[in-house]
């Protein structure tokens, strides 16, 4: 075999350098170190501004901060932090279907329940449905809040079986006072009620990747954020609470949204949690998949592990197939219940890894910031003999808006101290698919244009755009579409039928 050598002309260079993928490594690795010791300094700037006496608990909060950002900075690649090849369903028995678990004697409920803490997620605000201040005191039934139904459930748990299941709520800076007051109200239950605050971290300015906020006690708190409920491990650990529960003998958490109306004890549950042979120190509770819930994570196998895969982590060109129900035909109804210990152990033994979420918010002053955040069941990989549990449809009844709101109130459901119940007339379990237009959108405007919420026992699903009001003893049955263009006006006159029926243009029947 003969190879020909080409000289080169004179006139060019021998080598004409372009930037190796090791040079470009190391720019990014010196960006990115040059970036955290930047974010140190400012950080430990902004710790001195506290009072002395909270300084060590800031210092404390900062470091969890500053171990978050660093994660950030590793993780901050273009590419999805999953690879779509490498995803196979959960292997056979990691996730098991509720049904299971009914065959199971609930003879011992007392020494059951007496293992168990009740955790709900109480950092949010009624923003989104027009409300100020915390969420869970927004009335959704008979005159009663997200606080009221939780804490009516664990009191009859405790009257019935003569146990002891506290409540502890998880606030944020934005709930916590607020939510100190209400709760004086409820001296006199049968439920002990502890409360702690999430993390509060400085949003950072997009464009520097420095907190926008220049002191802890005067900045506004549009420069802070909770970073999201993957912080209840952390936080409820550096609050005490988490050592004081394994000192009184329990066992278990249930974690659960406080908007999850769904959400209450199981003692199936919590039975194959405290009994089964195999130690599950970690339980998702997931449900069959809607056409509403196609954005919800799901479970998966990869890299040997159970994980919980979200929409943000899927390479675009895969987002279709993620929607897809027949693939993926669960999603995460973020109720899990968790091993106090193993949460002691990965928190001491920084073994608790969750994937990031990046959230960019613009601030009310026009700055573009970013809020680096992560989700409690996205854990599920730290933790030994991880399941997941497919449980009915009932046991996910989020309200986060009025569209979800006109469900609970209507005669779907019964209330039976604190426990919403479906309407055993009602022919199919699951939920009509409603979506209530911009006018509806605060609770204060949607109580407005109902005399009275109709009679959805029939509703398969119900869309509502523009100026539309409804009178008294209205029912929905089938598929029912009002459409008001702009400018027009429907009044759905009392005791309308409408059946699989769209209503579109201009109504008004005046009674006489």
């Known amino acids: 075999m003969s190879t020909t050598q080409h000289t080169p002309p004179m006139n060019k260079p021998l080598h004409k350098r372009t930037p190796s993928q090791t040079d470009i490594a190391e720019f990014k690795d010196l960006t990115k170190r040059d970036a955290l010791t930047r974010l140190q300094k400012t950080v430990n700037k902004l710790v001195l501004t506290a009072q002395p006496q909270s300084q060590k608990n800031v210092r404390a909060e900062m470091d969890g901060f500053e171990q978050l950002f660093s994660r950030y900075l590793l993780d901050n690649v273009d590419q999805p932090s999953i690879d779509w090849q490498e995803i196979q369903p959960p292997p056979e028995g990691t996730v098991i279907s509720y049904k299971k678990l009914l065959e199971a004697n609930i003879d011992d409920a007392r020494d059951l329940l007496n293992k168990l803490i009740v955790v709900k997620l109480n950092g949010g605000l009624g923003t989104t449905m027009g409300c100020q201040g915390p969420k869970s005191v927004i009335s959704v039934r008979s005159g009663l809040t997200f606080l009221d139904l939780n804490i009516q459930q664990l009191e009859q748990l405790n009257r019935t079986y003569g146990c002891d299941v506290p409540l502890v709520l998880m606030n944020s800076f934005n709930t916590h006072e607020e939510t100190e007051k209400v709760l004086q109200k409820y001296s006199h239950v049968s439920v002990k009620i502890y409360n702690f605050n999430q ?229 199919f379990p699951s939920v009509p698919l409603v979506k209530l237009g911009t006018s509806f959108t605060k609770v204060k405007d949607f109580l407005s244009r109902f005399q009275s919420i109709p009679d959805c026992l029939e509703l398969d699903s119900l869309t509502v755009s523009g100026d539309v009001t409804f009178g008294k003893g209205v029912s929905l049955r089938g598929t029912v579409i009002i459409i008001a263009n702009h400018g027009d006006r429907i009044d759905v006159p009392p005791g309308a039928i409408l059946e699989n029926k769209i209503v579109s243009g201009n109504l008004r029947i005046l009674e006489h």
């Open 199 to 427: 993390s509060k971290y400085p949003r950072l300015d997009r464009e520097t990747l420095l907190p926008v906020a220049t002191n802890v006690e005067g900045s506004e708190n549009e420069c802070w954020y909770p970073p999201g409920h993957g912080d209840i491990y952390q936080a409820f650990y550096q609050s005490g609470l988490l050592d004081q529960f394994i000192e009184q003998g329990k066992e278990y958490m249930f974690l659960s949204n406080i908007d999850n109306l769904g959400a209450t004890v199981d003692l199936y549950i919590l039975k194959h949690l405290l009994t089964d042979q195999t130690k599950h120190e970690f339980i998702m509770e997931v449900t069959d998949k809607t056409r509403a819930d196609v954005k919800g994570g799901t479970l998966i196998e990869y890299q040997n592990k159970l994980r919980l895969l979200e929409i943000a982590q899927v390479p675009k060109e895969n987002v279709d197939e993620f929607k897809s129900v027949s693939k993926f035909r669960i999603f995460n109804t973020n109720n899990l219940w968790i091993n106090l210990q193993a949460i002691k152990r990965v928190v001491e033994d920084k073994t608790l890894h969750m994937e990031i979420i990046v959230n960019n918010k613009t601030t009310e002053k026009g700055v573009n910031v970013v809020q680096l955040e992560t989700a409690s069941g996205a854990a599920i990989q730290s933790f030994e003999g991880a399941q997941g549990i497919n449980v009915p449809r009932r046991r996910f009844l989020p309200v986060k808006t009025t569209s979800d709101l006109l469900l609970v109130m209507s005669n779907l459901f019964t209330l039976n101290r604190g426990n919403l119940v479906m309407n055993s007339q009602r022919s």
